[in-house]
C-alpha cells in the first residue's frame, strides 16, 4: 500500500498519523454559538463501509473513511474470523459503492456466526461475536518490562501531535508504539475502529506485538482489551478509566493496564510487577487542558 515501514522514518516522525488537513475526513458547518453569533467550524465525516470475507457480507461499520483496508482485515482478524495462517489473495476496496472484500486461500461460511452476536459497549455500536473469548485460550502475553519514562513521553508526544480531535473532536484515537516512540496513530468514530485498522496494519505489513505498547483515549472495556491481547500487544494505556471485565481479562493474559493517564498521574490494574519507575513524576508537568479530550471521565 506504499506505506514507510519502519526503518524508513526519523525517531520524530509517525509511520502512519492523523491528517486533519484531508479534506474528505471533515466538512465545515455553520451553526449558532450561545451568544446568537454565527461561527463556523469543523466536523466530523462518517460514512458506511461494508466489509465482505470472500463472498459473504460481515458487516457495515460507520466509519470516517480512512484506511479501509487496514480496518477490514483487523476487524476480521480481532472477530476471529479472520485466522492467524490464513494467506490472504486480495484486499479490493471500492470507493464508489464503499465496500472492501478480504480474500483468502481457505472457503468460509461464517454464517451460523452471524446469528450469535453480543452488542459490547464500543461507540458506533461495536459487536463480539459469540466465539470471540475462545481466540484468548491459551493466549499468555510475554512479561515485557515498562518504563515509567515511555509512559510520560508518549503521552506528551500523542496530546500535542496535530489530529483531527484537536480539529474537530468528536473522535477516538489509537496509537502503536515500541518503548518511547509512536508509531501508527489512528482516529475514528469509534475506537474498537481505530484499533482495528491498526491490527489491519500490522497483520498487512507483518508487524509483531511483542515489543510493543497500544495506547488508546478510549475507556479499557473487555472489546479494548482482548483486542490488544489478539494483537499479541503486552501493554495497553489510555487516558480513561477501566471496566471490571477488562481488568479480569488483562489478569488472565498477562497484560500491563494502565488507565487514568494524566499528566504525571496514573494507576496500573495489571502488570504492576513489571513497572519500572524510571522517571520523577514530580518533573513532569501537569498536562495543557486544551489537549484534554470532551467528555473524558478519570
Same mark, same amino acid.
Request: hydrophobic share 40%.
Given at each position: 500500500?506504499?506505506?514507510?515501514?519502519? =526503518?524508513?522514518?526519523?525517531?520524530? /516522525?509517525?509511520?502512519?498519523?492523523?491528517?486533519?488537513?484531508?479534506? !474528505?475526513?471533515?466538512?465545515?458547518?455553520?451553526?449558532?454559538?450561545?451568544?446568537?453569533?454565527?461561527?463556523?467550524?469543523?466536523?466530523?465525516? *462518517? !460514512?458506511?463501509?461494508?466489509?465482505?470475507?470472500?463472498?459473504?457480507?460481515?458487516?457495515?461499520?460507520?466509519?470516517?473513511?480512512?484506511?479501509?483496508? %487496514?480496518?477490514?482485515?483487523? @476487524?476480521?482478524?480481532?472477530?476471529?474470523?479472520?485466522?492467524? /495462517?490464513?494467506? +490472504?489473495?486480495?484486499?479490493?476496496?471500492?470507493? *464508489?459503492?464503499?465496500?472492501?472484500?478480504?480474500?483468502?486461500?481457505? &472457503?468460509? #461460511? %461464517?454464517?451460523?456466526?452471524?446469528?450469535?452476536?453480543?452488542?459490547?459497549?464500543?461507540?458506533?455500536?461495536?459487536?463480539?461475536?459469540?466465539?470471540?473469548?475462545?481466540?484468548?485460550?491459551?493466549?499468555?502475553?510475554? *512479561? =515485557?518490562?515498562?518504563?515509567?519514562?515511555?509512559? @510520560?513521553?508518549?503521552? &506528551?508526544?500523542?496530546?500535542?501531535?496535530?489530529?483531527?480531535?484537536? *480539529?474537530?473532536?468528536?473522535?477516538?484515537?489509537?496509537?502503536?508504539?515500541?518503548?518511547?516512540?509512536?508509531?501508527?496513530?489512528?482516529?475514528?468514530?469509534?475506537?474498537? #475502529?481505530?484499533?482495528?485498522?491498526?491490527?489491519?496494519?500490522?497483520?498487512?505489513?507483518?508487524?509483531?506485538?511483542?515489543?510493543?505498547?497500544? %495506547?488508546?483515549? $478510549?475507556?479499557?472495556?473487555?472489546?479494548?482489551?482482548? &483486542?490488544?491481547?489478539?494483537? $499479541?500487544?503486552? +501493554?495497553? =494505556?489510555?487516558?480513561?478509566?477501566?471496566?471490571?471485565?477488562?481488568?479480569?481479562? =488483562?489478569?488472565?493474559?498477562?497484560?500491563?493496564?494502565?488507565?487514568?493517564?494524566?499528566?504525571?498521574?496514573?494507576?496500573?490494574?495489571?502488570?504492576?510487577?513489571?513497572?519500572? !519507575?524510571?522517571? /520523577?513524576?514530580?518533573?513532569?508537568?501537569?498536562?495543557?487542558? &486544551?489537549?484534554?479530550?470532551?467528555?473524558?471521565?478519570?
Amino acid at each position: 500500500m506504499g506505506v514507510r515501514r519502519l =526503518a524508513d522514518t526519523q525517531d520524530d /516522525d509517525f509511520i502512519i498519523g492523523p491528517d486533519p488537513a484531508d479534506p !474528505r475526513l471533515t466538512r465545515a458547518v455553520t451553526g449558532v454559538t450561545h451568544e446568537g453569533r454565527e461561527e463556523e467550524m469543523r466536523v466530523v465525516e *462518517e !460514512r458506511p463501509l461494508t466489509i465482505f470475507l470472500n463472498a459473504q457480507e460481515i458487516v457495515t461499520a460507520m466509519t470516517i473513511g480512512d484506511h479501509p483496508e %487496514y480496518l477490514a482485515v483487523g @476487524y476480521l482478524g480481532n472477530q476471529n474470523m479472520l485466522l492467524v /495462517d490464513d494467506e +490472504i489473495t486480495g484486499v479490493d476496496f471500492d470507493q *464508489e459503492l464503499e465496500t472492501v472484500v478480504v480474500r483468502t486461500t481457505r &472457503k468460509t #461460511n %461464517y454464517e451460523e456466526k452471524l446469528k450469535k452476536k453480543t452488542r459490547t459497549s464500543g461507540c458506533a455500536v461495536g459487536t463480539v461475536f459469540g466465539d470471540v473469548m475462545e481466540a484468548l485460550e491459551g493466549v499468555r502475553l510475554p *512479561e =515485557a518490562p515498562l518504563r515509567t519514562s515511555w509512559l @510520560y513521553a508518549l503521552q &506528551k508526544r500523542i496530546n500535542t501531535a496535530p489530529s483531527l480531535y484537536l *480539529e474537530a473532536g468528536a473522535i477516538h484515537g489509537a496509537v502503536l508504539c515500541r518503548e518511547d516512540r509512536p508509531l501508527i496513530y489512528m482516529e475514528d468514530v469509534g475506537r474498537h #475502529n481505530a484499533v482495528d485498522k491498526i491490527a489491519g496494519w500490522m497483520r498487512m505489513e507483518g508487524e509483531p506485538g511483542a515489543d510493543k505498547i497500544f %495506547y488508546t483515549t $478510549g475507556r479499557l472495556t473487555s472489546e479494548m482489551v482482548i &483486542k490488544t491481547a489478539l494483537m $499479541g500487544v503486552p +501493554i495497553l =494505556a489510555s487516558r480513561s478509566g477501566f471496566t471490571a471485565w477488562g481488568v479480569e481479562i =488483562a489478569r488472565q493474559v498477562g497484560l500491563t493496564l494502565i488507565g487514568r493517564m494524566r499528566g504525571k498521574r496514573f494507576v496500573c490494574l495489571s502488570g504492576a510487577e513489571r513497572l519500572v !519507575r524510571d522517571a /520523577d513524576p514530580g518533573a513532569v508537568a501537569e498536562e495543557d487542558p &486544551k489537549n484534554r479530550r470532551k467528555g473524558e471521565r478519570a
